[in-house]
């Protein structure tokens, strides 16, 4: 990968092992896996579904679960 900085080992079958270790990826961590691999967040997500794992578009907070006529 050229935008990858010089001297790093990071590869993509690493990144694949990576995402094949989890079920589920929040937006912050394919974020950070994006960073540290050096390649754009959108490309770790497509490869995330492509893996057939989960992908949470948001982190979830307790007002999520409240009824709408509740708040």
Known sequence: ???QPSG???TVDE???RIAAKDSWSFKECLALAAEYGVK???VILMVHSHGKTYIDR???PEDDLDPMDK
Request: proline letters at 0%; zero cysteines; a negative charge.
């Open 59 to 61: 982190e979830e907070t």
């Open 15 to 17: 990144l694949e092992e």
């Open 8 to 10: 790093t080992s990071l």
């Open 41 to 43: 967040t959108r490309m």
């Open 1 to 3: 990968m050229s935008s």
